[in-house]
């Protein structure tokens, strides 16, 4: 006699898709019209984190993205809550994370602009996400959710990875399906290797090179060629910058590591006398190219997965490939070049970039910045806000072994605490580091919730200098005064007590030592550093410092 089975539903296909694709964890907040997946999600074994607002839900699922390399699913419900996503969608397209958003939509009948006055009803809500993620994908039908998220899985992680959006009608998540269950999904992205003739003339001009350097971007991290690049250049004895995005791509404390302080002068000189420079991973953009001041002086060899980075800022020999194919393929081609002064060279740029730092009152910076590395252990992930401090960071912070990310692909405020969530999310073992101002962090305060929820290891130091800092300094700079930046802003340690988070409010002379302790407390913390940091002198003004 057959064992009566229990009817299934739209909502069942997606999560039997998605676990049969290899996810194991799903963020997102609920909404009327995806009601019939998250019931799916309560039977089935995948993991689930809520955030409390849509926008930090896709944050925690970009930073899951990056640290996994995974594919990070986000399920969210129609309109008011799909829209909350786009900021967040926006820097995981800057940063090249793999984020699946999946969101309901009204029912059938009112697909198509048929203006049915469905509560949150758009006219085209997908049209609201063409400009941000790589591809959009709708289904109609039941029998399509299996195959349209195998599709979307594809599209997010096939160089350059980047975000995917997929809408499903709240009738066809509810409605009884006779589907069977899911069992296997194929969903392999498709290679990206270099052109041989390509790699032939680029090892040509390294070759014959006298002053070969590299800069590495955030694509050597994405495609895990931090190997590939180390051989490369020693074998070519060439200096490596990194970018922002890029940091850790190289050792930073490497002899021929010129490190990421890009928005100096006396990098970006050295970066145009390079006779061949080989740009990985990186489009030249404005941060990587000290603000479009870079003038290179030599050729040019980009490697590069995303085409349309492809010379989009300066003449190249553009190689369309995915970052760690590309490398191998080239350390392979070129022949080791004799030991020369390139380690002189490096060691005498970041000599100069010290003397200039030096140079300033900067001494309250460079500590507490040196407290939070002091404090940090070297393997734990660090997830940084738009903030003065992590400014600072982007050209002076050491990841080690640990993940340096930041919210500089798109620049939106309210970045470091979700994202570390997400990463504390994939990987409970180690503390997790979230760095914002105050400013920011009024952003992602309802997140104390989920981390205290979740009981994550997750430490949050905000740098209170009472208001939107760096915004302070660029308006002072510019016109003489601010506007808009002072704020009024909680008494963080009480706001965090009051989630049942242990806080700490701590000085630069204790951070270091609270800052250890908290990362070392299981479970969240919050450590706030009232202090008004400023910023090193820029040089694409032509102002040396």
């Known amino acids: 006699m057959r064992t009566a089975q229990r009817e299934r539903h739209g909502g069942d296909l997606v999560v039997e898709s998605l676990t049969a694709l290899g996810a194991n964890t799903v963020f997102g907040l609920p ?8 019931d799916a999600l309560r039977r089935s074994g995948l993991g689930y984190v809520g955030l409390r607002v849509e926008n930090n839900a896709g944050f925690a699922a970009d930073a899951f993205a990056r640290v996994t390399g995974s594919v990070a699913p986000l399920l969210v419900s129609t309109g008011p809550g799909a829209l909350m996503t786009l900021a967040a969608l926006q ?62 899985w594809a599209s997010a992680l096939e160089a350059p990875a980047g975000p995917v959006w997929l809408e499903i009608p709240q009738d066809v998540l509810l409605a009884p399906t006779s589907v069977p269950p899911v069992t296997s999904l194929r969903a392999e992205p498709r290679p990206l290797p270099p052109r041989p003739e390509l790699t032939a003339e680029a090892a040509e001009l390294l070759r014959g090179a006298e002053r070969p350097v590299i800069l590495a971007g955030g694509g050597v991290v994405r495609s895990g060629a931090q190997q590939e690049l180390r051989a490369l250049a020693e074998k070519l004895d060439a200096p490596v910058a990194t970018t922002f995005g890029g940091k850790g791509a190289f050792p930073w404390e490497h002899p021929l590591s010129l490190q990421s302080w890009l928005e100096d002068r006396h990098t970006t000189d050295f970066l145009e006398d390079a006779d061949v420079l080989l740009v990985v991973g990186s489009g030249l953009g404005e941060l990587s190219s000290n603000y479009h001041t870079f003038r290179p002086r030599g050729r040019v060899v ?36 004799p030991e020369g002064t390139a380690e002189k060279a490096a060691a005498g740029l970041l000599t100069r970039v010290r003397e200039r730092i030096e140079a300033q009152d900067l001494e309250l ?59 504390a999310a994939a990987d409970r073992t180690r503390p997790v580091l979230a760095v914002s101002g105050d400013g920011g962090a009024m952003y992602s305060i309802a997140e104390l919730a989920t981390v205290r929820q979740c009981h994550l290891p997750v430490t949050w130091l905000i740098v209170d200098d009472g208001g939107y800092g760096i915004l302070r300094e660029y308006m002072t700079d510019a016109f ?4 808009a930046t002072e704020l009024t802003r909680p008494d963080f340690v009480a706001l965090a007590e009051s989630f049942g988070v242990p806080a700490v409010s701590t000085t630069p002379d204790r951070l270091a030592a609270d800052l250890a302790d908290a990362l070392a407390s299981p479970g969240p913390s919050v450590v706030v550093l009232p202090a008004r940091l400023r910023m090193f002198a820029p040089t694409h003004l032509g102002n040396q410092g």
């Open 31 to 38: 909404g009327q019209h995806a009601l019939g997946a998250f």
């Open 91 to 152: 820097e995981s397209a800057a940063a090249s994370a793999p984020v699946l958003g999946i969101a309901s939509q009204v029912p059938t009948a009112g697909l198509g602009g048929g203006r049915r006055g469905y509560l949150h009803e758009l006219i085209d809500q997908k049209a609201s996400f063409r400009d941000i993620v790589k591809s959009v994908h709708t289904v109609r039908t039941a029998s399509q959710i299996p195959s349209a998220l195998a599709a979307a």
């Open 302 to 337: 980009q490697i590069e997965a995303d085409l349309g980075k492809l010379e989009s800022n300066h003449p190249a020999l553009g190689i369309h490939a995915d970052a760690r194919e590309a490398l191998a393929a080239l350390a392979e081609a070129v022949a080791p070049r």
């Open 365 to 423: 910076e460079r500590r507490v910045l040196g407290a939070v590395r002091d404090a940090l252990p070297d393997d734990s992930p660090s997830f940084w806000d738009m903030t003065i401090l992590a400014y600072w960071a982007w050209s002076a912070f050491d990841p080690r072994a640990g993940a340096m990310h930041s919210a500089q692909g798109a620049g939106g405020l309210g970045y470091g605490l979700p994202a570390a969530l997400g990463a």
């Open 480 to 483: 003489g005064e601010a506007t």
